[in-house]
């Protein structure tokens, strides 16, 4: 079971949005890290055929998914960034209705749906219509909705945008239950939301792969290339020009700022150990 | 002023806000002509004339109209305006039997009433000798042109002849070339008739005010209401003592057409109420954008921003009023004329006659004005007050809709005698159909005591809009955005359950339909399209312009069947009956020359040769129609029947072709409203991504829209067909089904060999076919839309405009862009008389529209 992308090319007018991607998923969580712009909704777009592609191949074990067509879409959950909803359809009739787009049997949709609901904790709202739901309410709806019909491909983008962190924590242990025997891929600009569950982490800067590896690699490989240093306030707008400069915090009574970067400034102390994925996204991604 | 530049900001609001202006003024406009511009236009009570339905009446070859005999009313009305009121009686009274007697004559010659009305005739003669005088020299003139001296010998004799058509015209022909303008006698006549009934209005005022003194007194005196203390006998009281200030009043004669129009025009009422209603519903825009909270925290959020409310409120009341009821007045006064009278006693409009008040019709309209703004002002803090008590914004509209409703049947519906009335008079709908206090005088009974209606509704006026006020800036600082007990939430969450039991249980094609009907609220076009269809006519009738022609339907009805030998058999038998009848009235021509037989009975005779020489016409006509099939029915090898047409064509002539383009144009206009959010709803909603992306979000999903598509179109198209069969058969047994088709003349050249049943099934399955068609069209444009409006607009656009314009507006190369032109189908298959060829490039081109909607929807169906 994988899902394989060769040479994806996409571009919108004359600005390319996907420069000649080439990637494998396999089961497990991928995250996806990316800032605005870089290509991850294109990806998604492509993936799910929501838009056609310029060159390439979207290849699920082997065969092109457009051959495919719906038995690909049948293994497909999909959680689109954007808050798209009937309004006036309450969280279980429209449940209802994406089951039956999913080719569902009722009973079995009634069963994952109540499951479901359960899950994104919604049991007792599920007859509200969806137009009266918070954001974080309709973001787990959408979730829900993606993870109906037992899907061995689920592609997730911002799934925890608006929730609080009990809801977060909630979701992304559910997601990372969920996630065996299956591909996930999540895009996400929250870097502690996949850094617990991830498998894989890609990053993507203006349409191309920038990074690919473990949590544990990415973070190892960026060892040597964050430091610390204490820095008057007057001289940060400085520092910040000459390096890419991550947490400004304060300590003792002085600023201090940890620098991200092949070059760092002499005066600063390296940092060994904690490192995180944030150094690895400014590293990788910052400007 | 910032709060009502925010709210007039708003493009769409001033784009309805002037929609709704300009309706109310062509209607108003539209109004005065629809109904005759307040006149009756009835003729005198001998004359035959008949009214139309648009107010014209037609009548010796002219019509008159409202708006000439307005002319004709102004005219007269400046003749007597300033004589005095007996002066003036007596003048058009005997303007109006000189009128009456010129109109009775004329149609006493046009109706041909021959030996019949030649004793009528003598009548006149003695009645209007100058008038006769005047009308038989025009007769003479005629008589030296096609007559002899013999034949006017005879006329003066009154002999015979006018019984005659020929000569019957003939007169009515001199009688319109002669001294005499018959058309402007009618609207002269009207006018009169108009005004001799204000006048007698305007005489017996006096009579009136003294009637109800002496009702005053009788009652108390001799009645059973005589107990001062009861309900009655306050009531007689105070009706008298209000009455008494109008002692001595003088009332003058003047145009009231203005006055009247602008108050007997309900329509104004709700669309102030609807400009109120927009108003108020935009206070409701930072709760929909979620800045309720925003705005109920910042310093100038609460009490200031009411206050603003309110003086937007205010400003819109009187805005609306001086728009709306200002427009109307100028208008009506534009039409009507009548500022001259403005200084009038209010109570010589016939219509204010029972407002006990002591002013001129100026003052009175000025204090209209000013309650008007009042009532408005009220109305609009009464809807402010109810959405600022509902948090919901949901829930506030609907419960406006339901308290509105409520209002309204209690006003309408519910009894004067009725125990509750109180719920009738104390009820905003008091207030908007303010003109109503002013045009009926009433009181009603408060725990015995009388209230007049029109005096507490003012008095209460500026308490009430005070107390609302006060309400309302209340309500709006106190009121938190948060926190709130929701129990109409509570309620709906209950509903929703078991909707959602039903809900479960649909498949896609259900949802498809749930999503058009109440997501997309297309149930409320359907109820409209329901009440709009029923109200449509389907059948025209088709007048019989002489007593030929409805003999000879007679005939046709009485011999209907196939046109064989055996059917001229039986003509020849009734026309020799018919002759028998000719021989008959010869023989007694001579045996009354003899004076074997009196007046009487040879006028029996006379009658009965009149309808026979009538009858042999029809008959020759039925005979020729009968050859005229066998010799078609030769030619192109169909069974030759004789049928009544006039059903069919009725429902499916020419004469019928402006019913069935309206009812074509409203089956269109509901289709495209029902489906031009199909597509555009799930792109605006964001939703479409994700329908793309399941299974049978593709193909399985579009194949169900046009399913959906396809049911809605069958309702529509079942309404209004259904209708128009059913005005066919009701009156009209369906037992000519099965005859050729080529037997009905207007069908004839249909090139196509079936029976009358089967062209009926293949215009019925090809207006299916069309309107399915426009189905796809308003899909495949909805597809290529990402917003509903632009979707809405760009349907109606496509749809509806191009026919409104080819058929209201006349724009001819609008024809060929016509949906309705093709959705009527009868003018495809029979153009001009029965060519399908050129009906084949109208099916062409919706069949390629149709393609190319379907190929839109195929390609289009992604993000």
């Excluded at chain 2, 209010?346 to 219509?351: N, T």
């Excluded at chain 2, 005070?466 to 600082?477: P, V």
């Excluded at chain 2, 009487?600 to 009858?615: G, H, I, N, W």
């Excluded at chain 2, 064509?649 to 019928?656: D, H, K, M, P, Q």
Aim: charged fraction near 20%.
């Amino acid at each position: 079971m994988k899902l394989e992308i060769k040479n994806l090319t996409k571009k919108y007018g004359r600005q390319l949005a996907l420069n000649d991607l080439t990637i494998t998923f396999e089961p497990g969580i991928c995250g996806i890290l990316g800032a605005n712009g870089a290509g991850k909704s294109t990806m998604m777009n492509l993936l799910t055929d929501n838009i056609t592609r310029d060159a390439g191949e979207i290849l699920w074990d082997g065969t092109d998914i457009l051959e495919l067509g719906k038995t690909f879409r049948g293994l497909l959950g999909y959680m689109p960034q954007q808050q798209g909803f009937y309004e006036h359809m309450t969280a279980q009739t429209f449940l209802f209705y994406m089951a039956e787009l999913k080719g569902l049997s009722k009973k079995q949709a009634g069963q994952e749906i109540d499951e479901l609901l359960e899950v994104t904790n919604l049991t007792d709202v599920r007859h509200k219509k969806l137009g009266g739901y918070s954001g974080g309410m309709k973001q787990r709806v959408l979730l829900a909705q993606a993870l109906l019909g037992d899907p061995k491909v689920v592609i997730l983008d911002e799934p925890t945008a608006g929730l609080d962190p009990k809801e977060r924590i909630r979701i992304r242990n559910f997601i990372s239950a969920f996630s065996r025997d299956r591909i996930i891929l999540l895009a996400t600009h929250i870097v502690s939301d996949i850094e617990s569950v991830a498998d894989q982490i890609m990053m993507m800067k203006t349409g191309t792969m920038v990074g690919m590896g473990t949590p544990a690699g990415l973070v190892e490989s960026v060892s040597g290339k964050v430091s610390e240093l204490s820095c008057l306030p007057e001289a940060l707008a400085d520092m910040q020009t000459k390096y890419r400069v991550g947490n400004v915090f304060q300590r003792k009574g002085q600023t201090w700022i940890r620098v991200v970067g092949d070059i760092l400034p002499e005066e600063g102390i390296l940092v060994e150990d904690h490192l995180s994925l944030e150094d690895v996204y400014l590293y990788y991604l910052g400007e | 002023m910032r709060e009502f530049t925010r709210i007039f900001h708003n493009r769409r609001l001033l784009a309805v806000l002037l929609l709704i202006f300009l309706t109310n003024g062509f209607l108003f406009t539209w109004e005065q002509g629809k109904e005759s511009y307040g006149l009756d236009l009835s003729p005198p009570p001998s004359v035959f004339i008949s009214v139309g339905a648009d107010g014209q009446m037609p009548n010796h070859g002219t019509e008159i109209t409202g708006a000439a005999c307005y002319q004709a009313y102004r005219t007269w009305l400046s003749k007597v305006r300033d004589m005095p009121l007996t002066e003036a009686g007596i003048c058009l009274a005997q303007e109006k039997e000189r009128l009456s007697g010129i109109l009775e004559l004329a149609d006493l010659l046009e109706t041909r009433g021959g030996l019949y009305g030649q004793d009528k005739l003598n009548e006149y003669r003695e009645k209007f000798p100058e008038l006769t005088q005047q009308l038989e020299r025009g007769t003479a003139d005629l008589a030296q042109l096609e007559r002899d001296d013999a034949d006017l010998a005879q006329l003066e004799h009154g002999d015979a002849d006018l019984a005659q058509p020929e000569r019957g015209d003939a007169d009515l022909a001199q009688l319109e070339r002669g001294d005499l303008d018959l058309a402007q006698a009618q609207l002269d006549y009207a006018a009169v008739n108009n005004l001799l009934r204000q006048i007698t209005y305007l005489e017996g005022y006096d009579a009136y005010l003294s009637s109800i003194q002496a009702n005053k007194e009788n009652m108390l005196t001799f009645s059973i209401f005589n107990d001062p203390n009861s309900f009655s006998g306050r009531n007689i009281l105070k009706t008298a003592a209000e009455f008494d200030v109008l002692q001595g009043i003088t009332l003058k004669l003047g145009a009231d057409g203005a006055v009247n129009a602008f108050m007997s025009f309900p329509l104004t009422d709700y669309l102030l109420l609807a400009v109120l209603a927009l108003i108020c519903l935009a206070f409701l825009e930072e709760r929909k954008k979620g800045l309720w909270s925003i705005v109920h925290a910042t310093p100038h959020g609460r009490l200031r921003l009411a206050w603003q409310r309110g003086a937007t409120v205010l400003g819109t009341s009187v805005c609306g009023v001086l728009l709306l009821y200002g427009s109307n007045i100028l208008l009506g006064f534009f039409i009507y004329g009548g500022w001259e009278d403005l200084g009038r006693a209010v109570q010589s409009v016939e219509i204010l006659g029972t407002l006990p008040v002591l002013c001129s019709v100026g003052s009175f309209l000025l204090r209209y004005f000013f309650l008007r703004i009042g009532a408005a002002f009220l109305m609009g803090l009464l809807m402010w007050l109810l959405l600022l008590a509902i948090t919901n914004v949901k829930y506030t509209i609907v419960i406006l809709a339901v308290f509105l409703t409520v209002e309204y049947v209690l006003y309408t519906f519910l009894p004067v005698q009725s125990v509750f009335n109180l719920f009738k008079y104390f009820n905003i709908f008091t207030y908007i159909s303010l003109s109503e206090l002013y045009v009926n005088y009433l009181n009603i009974n408060l725990f015995g005591y009388p209230l007049g209606i029109r005096s507490q509704s003012q008095l209460a006026l500026l308490p009430l809009c005070a107390a609302m006020a006060a309400g309302c800036l209340f309500l709006h600082c106190h009121k938190k955005p948060f926190g709130g007990k929701d129990l109409l939430g509570r309620a709906a969450y209950g509903i929703n359950r078991v909707c959602d039991c039903l809900l479960k249980r649909l498949r896609m094609l259900g949802m498809e339909l749930h999503k058009t009907l109440f997501i997309q609220k297309g149930i409320v076009i359907g109820v409209v399209f329901v009440y709009a269809a029923a109200g449509l006519s389907y059948t025209q009738n088709i007048p019989v312009y002489s007593a030929v022609d409805l003999f000879a339907k007679q005939y046709i009805i009485a011999l209907e069947g196939v046109a064989d030998d055996a059917l001229l058999e039986k003509m020849d038998r009734l026309q020799a009956d018919l002759d028998g009848t000719i021989d008959a009235f010869e023989e007694a021509k001579k045996q009354y020359a003899r004076g074997d037989l009196s007046y009487p009975q040879f006028d029996v005779y006379a009658r009965e040769e009149m309808t026979a020489q009538l009858k042999i016409d029809a008959l020759a006509m039925v005979r020729l129609r009968a050859e005229n099939l066998r010799e078609l029915g030769k030619q192109k090898g169909f069974i030759p029947w004789l049928l009544d047409e006039t059903p069919y064509e009725s429902v499916y002539g020419e004469a019928a072709q402006g019913n069935q383009q309206t009812a074509a144009l409203v089956s269109i206009l509901a289709l495209s409203l029902l489906l031009a959010g199909c597509m555009a709803y799930e792109r605006q909603s964001g939703i479409a991504c994700l329908l793309v992306s399941t299974p049978r979000g593709r193909r399985d999903v579009l194949l169900r829209k046009i399913g959906a598509a396809a049911l809605l179109t069958t309702v529509v198209w079942v309404l209004p067909n259904a209708l128009e069969l059913w005005g066919l058969f009701h009156t009209y047994a369906p037992h000519t089904l099965s005859v050729p088709l080529q037997n009905l003349s207007m069908l004839e050249r249909f090139p196509l060999r079936c029976n009358i049943g089967g062209f009926m099934a293949l215009l019925y399955g090809l207006r299916w076919l069309m309107l399915f068609g426009c189905a796809l069209i308003v899909l495949g444009i909805s597809q290529r839309s990402r917003r509903l409006e632009t979707a809405y607009a760009a349907v109606v656009s496509v749809t509806v405009l191009p026919s409104l314009l080819y058929f209201y507006i006349g724009i001819a190369p609008m024809k060929y862009l016509s949906l309705a032109r093709c959705v009527t189908v009868m003018e495809l298959l029979v153009p001009g008389g029965g060519s399908l060829g050129a009906g084949l490039p109208a099916i062409l081109t919706m069949v390629s529209a149709c393609g190319a909607a379907l190929w839109s929807l195929k390609r289009g169906w992604r993000i």
